[in-house]
């Protein structure tokens, strides 16, 4: 606060470059939120009319909201109904079959901070000259193995870009915000483009000789013009500069998370397996943003709904992710029907419980104790 500049001043940069030093990315460009993220992934690739991008069904609904927001289609790719993550057969089959080669992007969505290995995917979407926007939303600190060595999610060694939210559910928080992270120059310049409403000082880029403009002499200090148009998405230095304090803590919330997620899964290990936690992949060290359970709530007799309340009653919050993105009305009219078993099983099942580094053992052991007093089980 006591710095001159509130927006647009070195604390922005500040923060890019810390987090662009922790993934490993040669590149990093904040923005307002992870939605404006995806967003500016979206335009920095030039999606448009012509395109169609693969989503999973099961993520936030902004993973496909910023793909129309730039004019391409969604086609929803059908998820594992154990790791709520894109199922790559489906996958595979959607991209064989777009004879028409409409598909030029993918977005996989690392849900509650997972990941399948990045490198498969990029081995497929290199098959068929495709673009992948991570949407890493729920896994900055999340880490793969490639070449012999961790890699952290968002150092863009197996995608075009990665993209962030720093909202405050996330795994660090900067009120609201995000950032896309990438290896490549060229889309680097092009997003800090697009985030600041396309606006062009230097007068080398400039399409116009600018004579139109009834300016005094040639190239004045304040003028800039556009050849396209792109919103406000910026992040403002008070937003970094809580950013940049929150990556200085980002190893100490992984670790409680990963801890507590260990915690929990101990404490459900004796209710398989009618009520599992999300299917770890091992190739994956997860900076959990999610603790999923997969309930069969037939057999205990109970509605979701009525657990959750139930839950709610003894202060436990609970949540559903997600409401299957092609089964909003808006995605309904306009996508094709796709039959999406995973989906439609993982959504039948799944129960979030609560999550965040501030919570200790004791919190996670009388959360899962009511729960089974809640399904009528006996310990
Ligand atoms: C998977 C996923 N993608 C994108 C977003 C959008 O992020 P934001 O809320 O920062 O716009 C979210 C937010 O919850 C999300 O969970």
């Known amino acids: ?37 995806l967003h500016l992934a979206g335009m920095a690739i030039n999606l448009g009319k012509a395109d169609t991008v ?26 594992d109904a154990g790791t709520g993550l894109m ?22 969505v690392y849900f509650g901070g997972q990941c399948q290995n990045p490198s498969d995917l990029w081995t497929i979407a290199s098959d068929y000259q495709l673009q992948i926007i ?40 900067m009120g609201e915000g995000g950032a896309i992270t ?18 062009i000082r230097n007068p ?13 002499g040639r190239n004045p200090s304040w003028y800039y013009e556009i050849n396209e148009i792109s919103p406000n998405y910026r992040a403002s230095d008070i937003h970094c500069a809580l950013g940049r304090s929150q990556l200085s803590r980002l190893q100490t919330f992984v670790k409680k998370r990963r801890a507590l997620v260990s915690w929990y899964d101990k404490c459900v290990s004796d209710l398989y397996p009618h009520i599992v936690p999300l299917q770890k992949i091992a190739t994956c060290e997860p900076a959990w943003h999610l603790y999923v359970l997969l309930i069969d709530f037939e057999r205990y007799g109970i509605k979701r709904q009525d657990l959750m309340a139930k839950l709610k009653s003894l202060g436990i919050g609970s949540q559903v992710h997600y409401i299957p993105v092609p089964w909003q009305p808006y995605y309904r009219k306009r996508c094709p029907e796709r039959v999406l078993p995973g989906t439609a099983s993982f959504f039948a099942r799944c129960l979030s419980l609560p999550l965040f580094p ?5 919190d996670v052991e009388f959360i899962v104790t009511s729960l089974k007093v809640l ?5």
């Open 1 to 37: 606060m006591k710095e001159g500049l509130l927006t647009q001043g070195s604390e922005v940069t500040a923060f890019e470059t810390t987090l662009a030093g922790i993934v490993g990315a040669k590149y990093a460009v904040s923005c307002s939120s992870g939605t404006a993220a």
């Open 54 to 79: 693969v989503v999973p069904a099961n993520t936030f609904v902004a993973s496909a909201n910023a793909v129309r927001l730039t004019g391409a289609e969604v086609i929803f790719c059908d998820i």
């Open 87 to 108: 199922d790559l057969t489906d996958l595979r089959g959607l991209l064989s079959s777009d004879k028409d080669n409409r598909i030029t992007a993918i977005i996989p």
């Open 134 to 173: 991570e949407d890493a939303c729920h896994a900055l600190g999340s880490t793969y193995p490639s070449n012999g060595q961790q890699n952290a999610i968002g150092s863009c060694l197996h995608s075009t870009m990665c993209t962030f939210s720093f909202h405050p559910v996330k795994t660090i928080a």
């Open 182 to 199: 990438t290896n490549s120059e060229t889309l680097y310049k092009k997003l800090l483009l697009l985030r600041n409403h396309a606006l």
């Open 204 to 216: 080398d880029e400039w399409a116009s000789d600018a004579t139109h403009v009834p300016v005094q």
């Open 358 to 362: 501030e919570m200790n053992k004791d």
């Open 375 to 379: 399904l009528g089980i006996k310990n």
